[in-house]
């Protein structure tokens, strides 16, 4: 499992991190996600603890805590959610319905 450290300072190094959450054990990995088209930090990231109690040890003397002027949000890493990879958005349905329904015509459409 991993740990989910939020509300990080944009200048955070993965060092910064591994520092901080060794105080409670061996920090096996440390992600720091960054913006695609930017390449800025996305202030936030994952810690990878050597065994559970580590974790939530860490988890229970880090979350709230303030650091580098922010308060941290500790907490369980949730699963990555799947999303689907259809292209059906646009409000199609199964009936082969699309994105504008029946309301060719009218003037009072929202956008």
């Known amino acids: 499992m991993s740990i989910y450290v939020g509300n990080l300072s944009y200048q955070v190094t993965v060092e910064d991190v591994t520092e901080v959450f060794s105080a409670y054990g061996t920090v096996k990995r440390v992600q720091l996600p960054t913006d695609r088209e930017t390449g800025r930090m996305r202030g936030f990231g994952f810690v990878e603890m ?41 409000g199609a349905t199964a009936g082969g319905g699309g994105g504008w329904g029946n309301n060719r015509g009218r003037s009072d459409r929202r956008f």
């Open 50 to 90: 050597d065994t559970d109690q580590e974790e939530d040890a860490a988890i229970e003397a880090l979350d709230g805590a303030e650091w580098m002027g922010r308060d941290l949000k500790v907490s369980k890493a949730k699963p990555r959610e799947q999303k689907p990879r259809n292209n059906a958005g646009w």
